[in-house]
């Protein structure tokens, strides 16, 4: 069989122009010395992460406590945003629902083009990356300048995050040296990060100070009072909203909490679950537009209520974005997060983005040994790996798996259904890797033997062993 | 105490000396062994595959073979974890009493039968490789990503033994990229995760790696004999066995 009809049989083809998972992680590892930068980059990351909690004794008692804040509010989820839409109406909020992504970005476009805006700022807001907001007001003649350095950095290169925390983090300092001598004008060769930081401040500062209209995300909504949390490292956000006179806020429908003192829970678990940082440097609060300025809010479900009508998958919508997951995730640092061909990449976006589209997004929950360790990293404890096989099941169940896949189980599941047949099959396996191992050894029909030996075949199995010296 | 081995299919088949050593083991510790002649699988492969919906054949014929023993007992921490969440039957009875009597071979010794001194001799530097699902699954060792106390039940045991010498790879318990299918599907990131495994115990300057479950060591096998490196897998039970 030639490699290609191989693959035909075994893998799922993505839909679109993505290559599955797998075929992305293996050109990604084909730069073995970049891979090992890539997984030392991020796994440094998690030791922080580690560091940090640790000096907190009550670490473990914390991240129930956000797990419980979550549970409840996503039991509670349509009195805590009717609560939140009336509280942030009463303090001059516009309040915007969005049914999809088609919608939000319609009402952004709509507010846009009333107000006659020309220059837009964003700071980081992955759902806006996951709604191609940018793709959609470029196609209608609106610029979109992301304020996050990282953000930035890959929307010159023309580049979705790869990472939503560090969404450059698959960049080295002599790429942005190159992107910023191509789009900035900086000196060729100068891979100084001081130099290309300063470089990248003073083209933002324009940015901000000409912006009319900003847009940020939202990382925790009040329903108790009617104002909202962004938490940023650079305080782009912070910029970008008190220098334009249009402040426009998207949140998911799950960024809801109670009240404000939960938030003593969630910005702890937050900054030392994404950076190992005791806060994040900007957690800024905004209640009410300045006078003169008008402030909205979007508030996006998208497949959100679908995932909340799934039992299995519901606590998936507890994520509060922290990336932990990715940091920690042995297969995140060995694939990069384009891999994973969506907004939200790594263990939590492969239980996220079957939802959104079971076809297209089919490989992702294979995507993992189950390990675990995300599961336990998690600060709102979802059980991630749990959720990636039961994906696993719900895919195959509808459908979603390859031919050769299918046939290959329902013949292994046949063989280790019926011991006889089971004993045969093992001798005659055994006997013909070790009469033909070339059959075995064939690096493009036996994945395994590409890059490793295949395990030597007994001639006796231990049953045989056991019935000639036990009986 | 009467204890049911159950090799897993792929040991049976390839590596009967970690059953046999498995089986030594629990008789010199004093249990009365079986071996339910009809066993094959737990059926993991076809679960982790996602197709769950084609493992009845194999939970029927588990709870066929290990309905009437007082402990089951296995040398894989994986395996082993599948039965304990996913076994299910129409005798739901016996199907109960085998998940929650199903151990893992260290947890076995260290919590049922509490054993307090081996007399085994290794006089070997021996780098210990964490299996996650025996570690994160069934709690056999404390996790670097929680922040409660150390321990490791198999490293418990590790240290009784005669002139072995244990030590740890610099990131203790990440995966070794095996995953089951995944070693094949996911084939770059899996050898990659192998490799990395591997450096950090060649840094230690080990002569064996070892853990509880032979899947993981299979994988690791394979790139070691690849790589031509002079370092061997062991499976605890051959260590723990050992004269």
């Known amino acids: ?471 | 105490m009467k204890v049911g081995l159950f090799i897993p299919c792929y040991i049976d088949q390839f590596y009967p000396k970690v059953a046999v050593a498995t089986l030594e083991l629990l008789e010199k510790l004093g249990c009365e062994v079986v071996y339910p002649l009809n066993q094959t699988c737990c059926g993991q492969p076809m679960a982790n595959s996602g197709f769950a919906s084609l493992s009845d054949g194999c939970d029927k014929n588990f709870v066929a073979n290990f309905g009437e023993v007082d402990h089951i007992v296995s040398p894989s921490g994986s395996c082993v974890l599948h039965v304990k969440e996913h076994l299910h039957d129409q005798d739901e009875v016996k199907a109960t009493y085998i998940r929650k009597h199903i151990y893992e071979l260290t947890e076995f010794i260290v919590d049922i039968l509490k054993v307090k001194n081996i007399t085994a001799s290794f006089p070997h530097k021996v780098g210990m490789h964490i299996s996650c699902h025996g570690q994160r699954g069934l709690n056999l060792s404390s996790m670097s990503e929680l922040t409660a106390p150390s321990f490791s039940k198999p490293a418990y045991l590790l240290n009784m033994v005669k002139g072995l010498q244990l030590s740890e790879p610099k990131r203790v318990d990440e995966c070794c990229g095996f995953g089951g299918t995944f070693c094949v599907f996911e084939e770059a990131v899996s050898v990659k995760m192998g490799k990395d495994r591997i450096t950090e115990h060649s840094v230690n300057e080990v002569e064996y790696i070892t853990g509880g479950d032979v899947s993981c060591l299979m994988h690791l096998e394979g790139i070691l004999k690849r790589q031509g490196s002079k370092v061997k897998t062991i499976h605890i039970a051959e260590i723990l066995n050992s004269d």
């Open chain 1, 1 to 471: 069989m030639n490699p290609k009809n191989f693959n035909r049989l075994f893998f799922v083809p993505i839909q679109g122009a993505s290559l599955s998972h797998s075929a992305a992680a293996e050109i990604f590892n084909k730069d073995e010395s970049r891979t090992d930068w890539h997984d030392e980059t991020l796994w440094f990351v998690r030791e922080k992460r580690d560091k940090a909690v640790r000096q907190i004794a009550e670490w473990e008692q914390l991240r129930s406590l956000g797990s419980s804040i979550k549970d409840h509010t996503l039991s509670n989820l349509d009195n805590y945003l009717a609560e939140f839409e009336k509280n942030a109406q009463a303090n001059g909020i516009k309040v915007h629902w969005a049914f999809d992504a088609e919608e939000h970005n319609e009402i952004i476009l709509k507010i846009i083009r009333e107000q006659k805006v020309e220059q837009v700022v964003k700071s980081k807001s992955m759902l806006t990356e996951e709604c191609h907001l940018n793709d959609f007001l470029a196609k209608r003649g609106v610029e979109v300048v992301d304020t996050d350095l990282g953000e930035r950095i890959v929307q010159f290169r023309n580049e979705p995050p790869s990472h939503i925390v560090l969404p450059a983090i698959h960049l080295k300092k002599q790429d942005v040296s190159e992107t910023f001598h191509e789009h900035l004008g900086t000196e060729k060769g100068n891979n100084d990060p001081q130099y290309l930081t300063e470089a990248a401040r003073q083209h933002l500062r324009t940015k901000f100070i000409h912006s009319q209209l900003a847009i940020t995300g939202v990382n925790f909504a009040i329903a108790s009072t009617g104002g909202f949390v962004v938490c940023t490292n650079e305080g782009n956000a912070d910029m970008g909203a008190h220098a334009a006179k249009i402040h426009i806020a998207c949140m998911g429908i799950e960024k809801i909490i109670p009240n404000a003192e939960h938030l003593g829970v969630f910005l702890r678990l937050l900054a030392r679950s994404a950076t190992g940082q005791p806060i994040t440097t900007y957690s800024s609060h905004f209640h009410q537009p300045r006078v003169g300025q008008q402030m909205h809010i979007i508030i996006v479900d998208n497949g959100r209520t679908k995932q909340l009508g799934r039992p299995d998958f519901r606590s998936s919508l507890k994520c509060i974005r922290c990336a932990a997951c990715f940091n920690t995730c042995p297969v995140y640092r060995r694939s990069g997060g384009h891999s994973y061909h969506t907004a939200v990449a790594g263990p939590i976006g492969s239980i996220l983005n079957p939802n959104l589209d079971m076809k297209a997004n089919a490989d992702l929950p294979f995507a993992s040994t189950l390990c675990g360790s995300c599961s336990n990293v998690c600060p709102v404890k979802i059980d991630i790996h749990v959720q990636l096989y039961k994906w696993r099941q719900e895919l195959v169940s509808e459908g979603y798996t390859a031919s050769g896949k299918k046939v290959a189980m329902k013949g292994m599941a046949f063989v280790l259904s019926h011991p006889s047949i089971y004993r045969v099959a093992g001798k005659m396996g055994r006997w013909m890797m070790r009469a033909f191992p070339f059959i075995m050894n064939n690096k493009s029909l036996n994945p395994w033997y590409k890059q490793r030996e295949m395990p030597e075949a007994p001639k006796q199995s231990f049953r045989d062993w056991y019935k000639k010296n036990k009986q």
